[in-house]
């Protein structure tokens, strides 16, 4: 058995109306429905585009949101059908990192009340003292000084913070910690540092993280397990090898296109798929597959009438769709080229989209691509992966990464100290 199960979690928020009566008009369907399992010693990490639920499966699974279907177990006891006192008993193997290490931390308390806190409200450490020479610990090991205890959270840079969020996870000695958006709030070169310090903690404490993130370049490094979500399911999970190797769903296809890679030769042949369109509102989400309102290969029998099932197409990848071999073997053809028109000109030339031509998703594939076999090359009208703001970040993000060793924590130090 998993440290952590999630078996058909279903989060549904009423939409109430109504001036005397709050009446419920609807519902606003942020999680519907999702499985995964999160291995001891492991990470799995989450991605998808903003709104899609992710915060709000992250928040389930500690119950600070009322779960409306499905189980989380943590270590053979279900969370979600726990009484109120011995959920908050368990609440301590669970812990939380947030995206905002300055909103998550109270201005007024200093360093050393704020992680004795959940020490204290948990019965760590037989009185003060005790407690304070584990928080002094704990803060050796996220690498702060133990004069940080005094001081107070406008004290410290960004990076200083969200270590001090880490290490108020960490004197509850937690089981999983949940990071939500853990670097997203963070400098370029600081998100890298944060994510290393991760990585280093996992392996001396062994500790299981549930990584939530929107760029694929952060959870990378640092996943053993990636799920894809897009408007509150998963419609693909793998190891993370896998999933960059080959990522078999057409959303993962899409988010994984607009990460650039460092060579450019490579970057110039890869296949990019740019998807216009804003996600589906989850008050209201699209009957069948519920990416077919953006999926380039959307059919029309089947996409828009029936709901695909995670499916395991072998070696634990399990993929959401349909047509997921076809589409992988280039048999079915794109059915939505209409966002762009081919060219044979080569390169350079600029493809002209009416307005409703742009409403639907535009495909960009490389010289070769067999999968579309009538486009030969096109050329961007939109800034490219490289150039977008958010794309360049996660695209610096993997090179930091990459570049980063083991001792960027400390690089970090350094920098924090005269943050
Ligand atoms: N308490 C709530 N009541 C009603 N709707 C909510 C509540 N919390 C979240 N939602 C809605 O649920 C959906 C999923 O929200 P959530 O915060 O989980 O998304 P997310 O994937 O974490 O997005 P982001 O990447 O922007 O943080 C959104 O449409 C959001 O408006
Ligand atoms: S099931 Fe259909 S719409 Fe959904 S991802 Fe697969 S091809 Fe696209
Ligand atoms: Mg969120």
């Known amino acids: 058995m998993s440290l952590l199960e999630l078996d058909g979690v279903k989060v549904h928020f009423p939409i109430k109306k109504g001036i005397f009566v709050d009446r419920t008009v609807g519902h606003v369907y942020a999680v519907d429905g999702v499985s995964l399992k999160v291995e001891a010693g492991e990470t799995y990490g989450l991605v998808g585009e903003s709104g899609c639920g992710k915060t709000t499966l992250g928040r389930s699974v500690l119950r600070l949101v009322d779960i409306t279907e499905g189980s989380v177990v943590l270590d053979g006891t279900d969370l979600a059908k726990l009484p109120g006192e011995e959920m908050r008993r368990f609440r301590r193997r669970l812990q939380m990192v ?86 997203s709030a963070l400098d370029v070169s600081v998100q890298a540092q944060v994510i290393n310090l991760l990585d280093e903690l996992q392996e001396e404490l062994g500790l299981t993280y549930l990584v939530i993130a929107h760029d694929l370049a952060v959870v990378r490094h640092i996943s053993d397990t990636i799920g894809v979500m897009y408007l509150g399911s998963l419609v693909e999970e793998a190891p993370s090898d896998a999933l960059y190797a080959e990522p078999k769903h057409p959303y993962t296809k899409a988010l994984m296109s607009a990460v650039p890679v460092p060579d450019p030769e490579v970057e110039d042949r890869r296949e990019r798929i740019l998807l216009t369109g804003d996600l589906p509102s989850p008050a209201n989400p699209p009957s069948g597959c519920r990416f077919h309102t953006r999926c380039p290969w959307a059919q029309a029998e089947r996409c828009a009438t029936e709901r695909p099932q995670l499916r395991d197409l072998g070696d634990g990848h399990r993929v959401a769709c349909h047509f997921a071999e076809e589409i992988a073997s280039g048999e079915l053809a794109l059915t939505r080229p209409t966002g762009i028109e081919a060219v044979t000109e080569g390169e350079g030339a600029v493809v002209e989209q009416t307005e409703d031509e742009a409403k639907v998703p535009a495909v960009l594939l490389p010289a070769d691509s067999t999968t579309k076999p009538d486009a030969t090359a096109v050329k961007e009208k939109v800034p490219s992966a490289a150039e977008a703001p958010g794309d360049r970040t996660a695209g610096a993000v993997a090179k930091d990464l990459d570049a980063a060793g083991p001792d960027a924590s400390d690089s970090d130090k350094e920098q924090d100290k005269t943050g």
């Open 98 to 183: 947030f995206q905002d290490p300055l909103g998550s931390l109270n201005p007024r308390q200093n360093i050393e009340s704020i992680l004795s806190e959940g020490m204290i409200a948990h019965g760590i450490g037989k009185d003060q003292e005790e407690r304070r020479e584990k928080i002094k610990s704990i803060l050796d090991k996220v690498g702060l000084p133990s004069n940080a205890l005094s001081r107070y959270p406008h004290e410290f840079s960004g990076g200083q913070r969200q270590r001090i969020g880490i290490a108020r996870a960490l004197v509850l000695e937690p089981d999983v910690i949940i990071c939500d958006e853990p670097v």
